[in-house]
């Protein structure tokens, strides 16, 4: 029948314990078990391994030769089934991910980084798009979006929000002293509003009361705005570039213009207003088993952002 595992391993625990009934303790078998499996052993191989007395097994030089080699095939399998669950459980490969330019430098970049640190055995490979990829003809492990993926289209992906996120009303302090301060949505229409051309509905903001953590307040319903104003751009920076000029009010997430907020380059406008479509998420080409590096990379990013840390210091 030839010797497996388990006869590697009672020749070992024999060996080091001396004695038949501790061998069956270690190995979790009764001695009488142990003993018939060391008999059947003995009898295949048509040598005697092991010396029997009243009191301690003692090898025979056959049996020293047998143990020799058995402590070294143990090792062999705890090395192998090691490495087998090390490739399971630690980040390994290539993860090719897609992101919007403004999130993915500000913060997507500096907390890849970190998890590239921690996971030496992943390399790193982001697109930054103004245009979400074809994820999987593209071969792209994952994107990091600002707004989950539209519900005719669903099925293709995997999505997780990874943080909540919502877009507010800011203007410089030189604008706000020179026109004034909105005190409600319908005066908006009395300002110049700076417009990202991201869709077709650019000029139309929807916006909705919400707390200090930017959930929508209960029985609140959505408010639309139309604006306008003389500049408009399908590039987020620049659009906020014109605002910290003072050239009127801009709708752009919480993340993007935090720190201006912190340091006063930029004040809030209508506070208790935000508009909720810009939450960020993970989003993946269905598979059956991710890979173990997008699992972690997911799990990291949650972490890493689900707290808002661009809200640190703010009072919104």
């Known amino acids: 029948m030839g010797m497996d595992r388990s006869d590697l391993l009672l020749v070992s625990s024999l060996k080091s314990r001396g004695s038949l009934a501790a061998a069956a303790a270690e190995l979790g078998v009764t001695a009488s078990v142990a003993s018939k499996r060391l008999a059947r052993l003995e009898t295949e191989l048509g040598v005697r391994l092991f010396l029997r007395t ?12 047998l143990v020799e ?5 143990l090792s ?3 090395a192998l089934e090691q490495a087998v669950h090390d ?4 980040a390994v490969g290539t993860l090719r991910l897609a992101a919007t330019f403004g999130f993915g430098r500000l913060w997507l970049g500096p907390a890849l980084a970190d998890f590239q640190q921690r996971h030496p055995g992943v390399a790193i490979q982001l697109q930054l798009t103004e245009k979400l990829p074809d994820l999987a003809s593209e071969g792209y492990d994952a994107a990091i979006w600002l707004w989950s993926p539209r519900a005719d289209r669903s099925h293709e992906w995997s999505a997780r929000r990874l943080a909540p996120n919502r877009r507010v009303l800011v203007a ?15 005066d908006l229409a009395g300002h110049e509003c700076l417009v990202v051309r991201e869709n077709q509905q650019f000029d139309t903001w929807t916006l909705q009361s919400v707390d200090r953590e930017g959930r929508p307040l209960p029985g609140s319903a959505p408010s639309t705005a139309r604006v306008k104003g003389a500049l408009s751009s399908n590039s987020g920076e620049l659009v906020r570039d014109w605002c ?9 997430s919480l993340w993007d ?6 340091d006063g380059t930029l004040h809030p406008v209508l506070p208790d207003l935000a508009m ?14 991710a890979p173990r590096r997008s699992t972690l990379l997911a799990e990291f990013l949650r972490d890493r952002f689900e707290s808002q840390p661009w809200r640190d210091g703010l009072g919104v």
């Open 54 to 65: 009243t009191r301690r097994l003692a090898a025979t030089p056959e049996g020293e030769r």
């Open 69 to 73: 080699g058995a402590t070294h095939l």
């Open 76 to 78: 062999g399998f705890e």
């Open 87 to 90: 490739q399971h459980t630690t």
């Open 172 to 186: 410089a302090p030189a604008y706000l002293a020179a026109r004034g301060t909105p005190a409600s949505l319908d």
């Open 244 to 252: 910290l000029a003072g050239h009127g009010i801009m709708l752009r």
């Open 257 to 262: 213009v935090a720190h201006h907020l912190r």
């Open 276 to 289: 909720l479509d810009a939450d960020i998420h993970w989003l993946a080409p269905f598979r059956v088993q």
